[in-house]
């Protein structure tokens, strides 16, 4: 038996069949969600803990670290790095020409 095997693209949510925008969105979710995880993780922190420095509560930590992505939006995953001492940067890179 055979394996097929396709390469994927840089966006797992655009080869999931994620509008180019959602993906997008979804992407930069993502990354900016495992920066936190990896943030808590480092400083060894308690979610507790972890909710005082975020400026959130317990339960939204909770969130967090098990990865819900529909339950934050960009802007609040931004603030709670900054909170935490984080600076965010942003690149733009030209991508696929549209029209």
Known sequence: ???????GSPNIFRDL???????EHLRVRAELMLALERLIAR????QGRAAKLLGV???RV?????GRFHRFS??????M???AGVR???TTERGARVA
């Open 88 to 90: 965010v940067r942003f």
């Open 74 to 79: 960009i802007d609040a995953l931004v603030d």
């Open 17 to 23: 069949g994620f509008s180019p925008v959602e993906a």
């Open 43 to 46: 400083r060894r922190l308690t």
């Open 81 to 83: 790095l900054a909170r």
């Open 1 to 7: 038996m055979a394996i097929k095997i396709t390469k």
């Open 62 to 66: 909770n969130d967090l670290v098990r």
């Open 57 to 59: 509560s317990q339960p």
